[in-house]
């Protein structure tokens, strides 16, 4: 399980090659340090938006500079974010997202100890709310995109009767499809071409077919 917001890239005569994806892999310690609202928020949005000040973040998200400057050293001393060194050439420290993405092991779903299992339902359902919030922000802006991208989007959904076996390997699939499609990433300066999210479920229900 992934969640990833921005693509790092590597540009040549126009054309784009992604870079290897550098992809936190969570520990029972690590996910404990990541699994808050608001820290979350914080590394969503370096991610999407780029390095930042406490300052800057803070009225991004609405929030005191003391909360921010305190939850981004926290994110620091577990691994997810690090100084710009690029940018930190003032009094305020600016920070960068330390990865790309971030993996979920289902082992920790299942972990013995009840704080982790707590920290991956934390985690999972700030995922949920920043996919649905994405969702709802496409939904209410579609009319500043063109007809192309309106008609290129899509919202589906389905039900399938399949054995754990076969969700899996559907899932192994979805990913590879992705995957593929990272290769072909092109480059900013290409007309029309936007960052494209894709959100991806996959559980039981007790819903009728």
């Known amino acids: ?9 590597t540009r040549n005569g126009g054309t784009t090659e992604p870079a290897p994806r550098k992809i936190h ?8 340090g990541l699994a ?5 928020q914080l590394l969503v949005s370096l991610r ?24 981004l050293r926290q994110l620091a001393a577990h691994g997810f974010v690090e100084d710009a060194p690029e940018r930190g050439k003032g009094r305020e420290r600016w920070w ?21 299992r707590g920290a991956v339902a934390v985690y999972l359902h700030e995922v949920a709310t920043f996919h649905a919030t994405e969702m709802s922000t496409w939904i209410g802006t579609q009319h500043d995109w ?12 389905y039900t399938l009767r399949l054995t754990p076996e076969l969700t899996a390997e559907l899932g192994g699939k979805i990913e590879e499809l992705i995957e593929s499609y990272r290769a072909r990433t092109v480059d900013e300066s290409h007309p029309d071409s936007a960052r494209v999210r894709l959100h991806t479920h996959i559980f039981p229900t007790l819903y009728t077919e």
């Open 1 to 9: 399980m992934t969640d990833g917001t921005t693509e790092p890239e």
């Open 25 to 32: 892999n969570l520990t029972p310690h690590s996910l404990r």
């Open 36 to 40: 808050h609202p608001l820290r979350m």
């Open 48 to 71: 999407k938006d780029g390095p930042a000040t406490a300052s800057q973040l803070a009225d991004r998200l609405g929030e005191s500079s003391g909360a921010t400057s305190y939850h």
């Open 96 to 116: 960068q997202s330390a990865h790309q993405g971030t993996r979920l092991d289902d082992s920790l779903m299942s972990d013995p100890d009840p704080a982790v």
């Open 146 to 157: 063109s007809t192309e991208w309106i008609e290129s989007s899509d919202t589906s959904d």
